[in-house]
């Protein structure tokens, strides 16, 4: 095998990796997202569209923040606001 060769296999071995690494990621965070949905649509009713592109819009560390407020939260708004 070429030096050629092996270059090219090992950068696709690393991008494949880190394309696996995304995926799960983004995975993972799609599970959230349908998760907080379902919760919070079971506890206050259907969410309205801008509810929903704020949710989708979210990151993992502020969905992950939503899903343990959620929990305790006797309205939407306290649900989806940052703990003061």
């Not at 799609?30 to 919070?40: D, F, P």
């Not at 949710?55 to 939407?76: D, G, Q």
């Amino acid at each position: 095998m070429s030096f050629r060769s092996t270059c090219c296999c090992g950068l696709a071995r690393k991008f494949y990796g880190q394309g696996k690494t995304e995926g799960r990621a983004e995975g993972s965070r799609v599970t959230l997202i349908s998760l907080i949905t379902r919760q919070l649509s079971l506890c206050f009713g259907p969410l309205d569209e801008a509810t929903l592109s704020r949710i989708e819009a979210a990151s993992t560390a502020e969905l992950e923040k939503v899903a343990e407020r959620l929990l305790n939260a006797p309205t939407l708004d306290a649900a989806l606001s940052e703990a003061r």
